[in-house]
T-cell receptor, first 115, second 112 residues
Framework: GAVVSQHPSRVICKSGTSVKIECRSLDFQATTMFWYRQFPKKSLMLMAT?????????EQGVEKDKFLINHASLTLSTLTVTSAHPEDSSFYICSVRDRGTYGYTFGSGTRLTVV | AQSVSQHNHHVILSEAASLELGCNYS??????LFWYVQYPGQHLQLLLKYFSGDPLVKGIKGFEAEFIKSKFSFNLRKPSVQWSDTAEYFC??????????FGAGTRLTVKP
């Protein structure tokens, strides 16, 4: 199956700054990656679908100007939380869909804390 | 509305008890079904998946799930749980080749 690397695993930033989270598909080319957010004691909520070479598709209610997604290559998608606020503190997880099998592999997640 | 429902929010069992976690979905068309587990402090891991064929799917660590199309269900079972099964369990659905949607999750606590 796919191997997905997500970095950093933890980040603490000051309110008003921006944070970039990377998601890499290590062993195959991923045209599509997914970004999820997990609130404490809650399920994963799909934020956006990242498409290589084109604009990401955002879910309703997700601010595209706040959560910038760039999928510039077949192995890398980045999520940038811009002008972060404490309410953006959460666990962010990326996912890659294995080609042709519908199987999904998840990154290890990034714990963002905005202080 | 299309959704994935997990009715049990928190399940507490003693070791060796049998487990069944419910999952129902409301998507039509072709569905691929998954159960993921998240152990404390770890990332999501795939327990098992159903694409087609035998509706009784066996996964890792002794888990199994049964797809009942008429009931739109994909319940997770394990005959005898262990303390190490304490984790959060998520049911997920990929419908009509679209993205993955998750249930709210069920927290399982197994008492030693």
């Amino acid at each position: 199956g796919a191997v997905v690397s997500q970095h950093p695993s933890r980040v603490i930033c000051k309110s008003g700054t921006s944070v970039k989270i990377e998601c890499r598909s290590l062993d195959f080319q991923a045209t599509t990656m997914f970004w999820y957010r997990q609130f404490p004691k809650k399920s994963l909520m799909l934020m956006a679908t990242s498409n290589e070479g084109s604009k990401a598709t955002y879910e309703q209610g997700v601010e595209k100007d706040k959560f910038l997604i760039n999928h510039a290559s077949l192995t890398l998608s980045t999520l940038t939380v811009t002008s972060a606020h404490p309410e953006d503190s959460s666990f962010y997880i990326c996912s890659v869909r294995d080609r042709g099998t519908y199987g999904y592999t998840f990154g290890s997640g990034t714990r963002l804390t905005v202080v | 509305a299309q959704s994935v429902s997990q009715h049990n929010h928190h399940v507490i069992l003693s070791e060796a008890a049998s487990l069944e976690l419910g999952c129902n979905y409301s998507y039509g068309g072709t569905v691929n079904l998954f159960w993921y587990v998240q152990y404390p402090g770890q990332h999501l891991q795939l327990l098992l998946k159903y694409f087609s064929g035998d509706p009784l799917v066996k996964g890792i660590k002794g888990f199994e799930a049964e797809f009942i199309k008429s009931k739109f269900s994909f319940n997770l079972r394990k005959p005898s749980v262990q303390w190490s099964d304490t984790a959060e369990y998520f049911c997920a659905v990929n419908a009509n080749n679209n993205d993955m949607r998750f249930g709210a999750g069920t927290r399982l606590t197994v008492k030693p």
